[in-house]
């Protein structure tokens, strides 16, 4: 997707963040840090990751959804992905 490739630093930049906090998530684990420790680790990691997918999803919509001169047909396809993505993703 060009719209994708166009922010991929930022993406990117945002993903090894994610990847960061996983891993000092893991080292909590694997050291036994205290329980609100690891609770603090893994809040952090998840709103992160609830971030990217945010920014992912009004990317998708503004590009496959809202654009203008789109045809009715790839209007749908993009809706439609969109609502597959949604059906799977959990708050």
Request: some cysteine; proline content about 1%.
């Amino acid at each position: 997707m060009a719209h994708i490739s166009t922010n991929k630093a930022k993406l990117l930049a945002r993903v090894r963040r994610i990847a960061g906090q996983v891993a000092a998530l893991e080292r909590a684990i694997a050291t036994d840090a205290e329980c609100s420790a690891v609770l603090q680790q893994a809040a952090a990691a998840r709103g992160a990751l609830g971030g990217l997918v945010e920014v992912l999803i009004l990317d998708h919509l503004e590009h496959h959804v809202a654009a203008p001169g789109l045809d009715e047909a790839a209007r749908r396809r993009g809706a439609d992905e969109l609502i597959t993505i949604l059906g799977r993703y959990k708050s």
